[in-house]
């Protein structure tokens, strides 16, 4: 009977995860929104360094 019950389960599992992983493949709203979010704040933070960056190069320069 537990072999039965295991098998049952080891099926039933199989099946969800068959069936339940292509769904994950679609990106939702949220999900789109989301990125579009890390972009901006990716782009955002190489916008800062690269100021950065040309605010220490002009100090450079002006101290020679």
Do not use: H
């Amino acid at each position: 009977m537990k072999k039965f019950i295991k098998g049952i389960t080891t099926a039933l599992v199989m099946a969800v995860m068959f069936l339940g992983f292509p769904g994950c493949e679609q990106q939702g709203p949220a999900e789109r929104a989301g990125e579009q979010v890390d972009e901006a704040v990716e782009e955002g933070g190489e916008q800062l360094q690269e100021g950065q960056e040309q605010l220490e190069d002009t100090g450079e320069e002006a101290a020679q």
